[in-house]
């Protein structure tokens, strides 16, 4: 049997057709820009210890496992994993967020969202980074 028309619309959550549409909160809007802010300086910490994990890896490439060159270079790997602490701090500060009843806004929310997508994608390029690095070390 074919569809009829109305059986062709999407069907929308009541809850989410029903929400009037709200502005965001002020005081929370300021607070995502600081995380965002906080993530993006933390990306400074972590593209300095890059260099310095990239440069140890590229002296014990060829270098046989355990000798200093290979374990200085699992250091600043180390080093490097320990610089994503910011994005990671940042990533819970806005899950915070995210699970507030306060901030169930449309508004809000979709502030939220935004902030978290930003935030996310510097955690998934930092974590590429890191494993990549690792990887050459392999």
């Known amino acids: 049997m074919a569809k009829r028309p109305v059986e062709r619309q999407p069907l929308l959550d009541p809850a989410q057709a029903s929400e009037p549409e709200a502005a965001l909160d002020p005081a ?4 995502l820009s600081a995380i965002v802010a906080e ?3 933390g990306e400074t910490a972590f593209a300095s210890a890059r260099e310095a994990a990239d440069a140890a890896i590229g002296k014990a490439s060829g270098r046989g496992e355990g000798g200093e060159e290979w ?3 699992q250091q600043a790997i180390s080093a ?6 910011p994005i990671q701090a940042q990533l819970t500060a806005i ?9 169930a806004s449309a ?6 969202d935004a902030a978290a997508a930003t935030v996310e994608s510097i955690g998934t390029a930092q974590a590429g980074t ?4 690792a990887g050459r070390l392999r």
């Not at 508004?107 to 939220?112: C, D, P, Q």
């Open 107 to 112: 508004g809000n929310r979709a502030a939220v």
């Open 95 to 103: 899950e915070e967020l995210r699970a507030d009843p306060v901030n």
């Open 130 to 133: 890191v494993q990549a690095l």
């Open 39 to 41: 993530a993006r300086q």
């Open 71 to 73: 374990i200085a270079a």
């Open 80 to 85: 490097l994993e320990a610089a994503r602490g």
């Open 28 to 31: 929370l809007g300021k607070r």
